[in-house]
Every structure is written in structure tokens, then in C-alpha cells.
């Protein structure tokens, strides 16, 4: 026999009525390390306890990108670290890695520059080029490209126009612009599209794997 719980009349009146089931947001989204904000890129992220995660999400609609392997991404012209304006086409002739990171200076995107920075040879050897872009400025990616002796190009995404165009996926419900890396070959396809926002260094690994083995 279930047992029943009386109660005085206006007590509790909080109180959910048994038919209306209760929700909980998740407290921690299990795919986030307690030590995440040193880990990739740094930035605070602050969600309000009334939050919920929309019932529509997927975590299909989180990866899918306009530009897919054997396309030809959107075009564009775009301010390196010296304020000079730098064209996709320029590249064209041979292979080119694209990458999008967070910002400058923050703990991910710094170890992400420093590797490309010390496989730089390699990547040149392989006969490729190197593009990092992300929203920040030209004096942004100026200092920080001097800072860490950065020999490659650093793009001035405002606005995160290209970003947009090209489809980078955001991760943590659009709230932490994406890290993807794009492989084109020397026509201006893409060969490889490689996301991983929690491990930046494993995108110098796979892409210097795959132009090597090309």
C-alpha cells in the first residue's frame, strides 16, 4: 500500500504538485574537466542556476559544419599581425592548414601556437603553410606572435565573420568559439577537418601525420 504524506492547509505552498514532474538542470556538464578554463583556452564561463540545456540540442547539431572534406571553403581576405591584408588564394599552389582558435594568450591557444611554432619546420618541409585565425585584432595577434617567436600567420577574425562562413563549430551550447583545423590541399580543397577543443597540441600531431602520409 503506498503510503500518503498529509499536510497542513497554505504550508509549503512551493510546494510541486505529484503530477508535475521535476526537472534538474545539470549542475556540471560531464564533459567539462573542473580544470578546464586552464586547459584550453581560459575564458570564465559563468552559467546562471536557472539555465537549462534546450531540449532541442543534439550533440550532432554541435559538430556539423558548413565546410566538409572534399569542398572548397568560402574565401576570404583578412588583416595578419602587421595589418596587412592576406587572401586565402594567396596559398593556392600548396597545402595550407587553417586553424581557428579562441583567443590569443590563454593556456590552450598559447600551447597550440607554440607547437605549430616548434613543428614550423616540419610543416614547411611537408611543403605546407600554416594560418592561425581568431577573432582578436592585428595588434592582439602582433604581440602575441612576438612573444612567442610565432614564424606563421596569424588572421584578424572581427566579428568572426569567416569563422561563421567556413561553419566552425561552437562547443558548450555556443558559448566557447570552436578549435578546428582544416587541411587544403594545393587546389584549395579540404583534405581534413580535425576538432578538438580540450587537447590543442593533438592538432599539430594529426595534421602533420596526414601531410606526410599524403
Same mark, same amino acid.
Request: glycine residues 6%; aromatic residues 10%.
Given at each position: 500500500?503506498?503510503? *500518503?504524506?498529509?499536510?497542513p492547509k497554505h504550508s509549503l505552498p512551493f510546494l510541486i504538485p505529484p503530477q508535475t514532474p521535476r526537472t534538474q538542470?545539470p549542475r556540471n556538464p560531464t564533459f567539462l574537466p573542473k580544470s578546464s578554463e586552464s586547459q584550453f583556452h581560459g575564458?570564465? /564561463?559563468?552559467?546562471?542556476? =536557472?539555465? &537549462?540545456?534546450? &531540449?532541442?540540442? %543534439?550533440?550532432? %547539431?554541435?559538430?556539423?559544419?558548413? +565546410?566538409?572534406?572534399?569542398? +572548397?571553403?568560402?574565401?576570404?581576405?583578412?588583416?595578419?599581425?602587421?595589418?596587412?591584408? +592576406? =587572401?586565402? %588564394?594567396?596559398?593556392?599552389?600548396?597545402?595550407?592548414?587553417? #586553424?581557428?582558435y579562441p583567443a590569443d594568450e590563454t593556456p590552450g591557444c598559447t600551447k597550440q601556437a607554440c607547437a605549430f611554432r616548434? &613543428?614550423?619546420?616540419?610543416?614547411?618541409?611537408?611543403?605546407?603553410?600554416?594560418?592561425?585565425? %581568431?577573432?582578436?585584432?592585428?595588434?592582439?595577434?602582433?604581440?602575441?606572435?612576438?612573444?612567442?617567436? /610565432?614564424?606563421?600567420?596569424?588572421?584578424?577574425?572581427?566579428?568572426?565573420?569567416?569563422?561563421?562562413?567556413?561553419?566552425?563549430?561552437?562547443?558548450?551550447?555556443?558559448?566557447?568559439?570552436?578549435?578546428? *583545423? #582544416? +587541411?587544403?590541399?594545393?587546389?584549395?580543397?579540404?583534405?581534413?577537418?580535425?576538432?578538438?577543443?580540450?587537447?590543442?597540441?593533438?592538432?599539430?600531431?594529426?595534421?602533420?601525420?596526414?601531410?606526410?602520409?599524403?
Amino acid at each position: 500500500m503506498m503510503a *500518503t504524506l498529509s499536510l497542513p492547509k497554505h504550508s509549503l505552498p512551493f510546494l510541486i504538485p505529484p503530477q508535475t514532474p521535476r526537472t534538474q538542470s545539470p549542475r556540471n556538464p560531464t564533459f567539462l574537466p573542473k580544470s578546464s578554463e586552464s586547459q584550453f583556452h581560459g575564458l570564465r /564561463l559563468s552559467t546562471p542556476s =536557472s539555465a &537549462s540545456i534546450p &531540449s532541442s540540442f %543534439s550533440a550532432k %547539431s554541435a559538430i556539423l559544419a558548413k +565546410v566538409n572534406k572534399d569542398q +572548397v571553403p568560402p574565401s576570404f581576405t583578412l588583416k595578419d599581425q602587421d595589418g596587412k591584408n +592576406v =587572401s586565402l %588564394s594567396k596559398f593556392k599552389g600548396k597545402p595550407v592548414v587553417v #586553424y581557428f582558435y579562441p583567443a590569443d594568450e590563454t593556456p590552450g591557444c598559447t600551447k597550440q601556437a607554440c607547437a605549430f611554432r616548434d &613543428s614550423y619546420e616540419k610543416f614547411k618541409k611537408a611543403g605546407a603553410e600554416v594560418i592561425g585565425i %581568431s577573432g582578436d585584432d592585428s595588434n592582439s595577434h602582433k604581440a602575441f606572435a612576438k612573444k612567442y617567436r /610565432l614564424p606563421f600567420t596569424l588572421l584578424s577574425d572581427v566579428g568572426d565573420t569567416v569563422r561563421k562562413d567556413w561553419g566552425v563549430p561552437s562547443d558548450l551550447f555556443g558559448t566557447l568559439p570552436g578549435r578546428q *583545423t #582544416y +587541411v587544403l590541399d594545393k587546389n584549395g580543397v579540404v583534405q581534413l577537418i580535425y576538432n578538438n577543443q580540450f587537447q590543442p597540441e593533438k592538432h599539430i600531431d594529426e595534421t602533420l601525420k596526414f601531410l606526410q602520409s599524403a
